[in-house]
């Protein structure tokens, strides 16, 4: 079965809506990879925060990448080879937090 090709304004309403994921995306995969250097994991505060060059980012979504991979909770995941248990550990720690 044939699909019809996408218009114009599907296309652009496709790019509009995938736009903020790909920003997304850029913003939080440092934060995947290095976030914990910057988490206060350390209770005592013996060991000060490390910063990373690639953690500079600044915004509202820089801001909520911080509060999910930079607070007093670390997850060590991205050396996970099967993506889908990589994908499904990062939906756990992005997505809706239980109350």
Known sequence: MATRP??????GAT????APNVERERV???FRHWG??????DPLGFLPS????ELRAEGEIAQE???VYCATVGAEFMHITDPERRRWIQERL???QPA
């Open 65 to 67: 990448a911080r509060g």
């Open 50 to 53: 490390l910063s990373h060059p």
């Open 28 to 30: 939080f995969d440092p």
């Open 94 to 96: 992005e997505g809706p």
């Open 36 to 41: 914990y250097l910057e988490a206060d994991l």
């Open 6 to 11: 996408k218009s114009a304004a599907e296309v």
């Open 15 to 18: 790019s509009v809506l995938e």
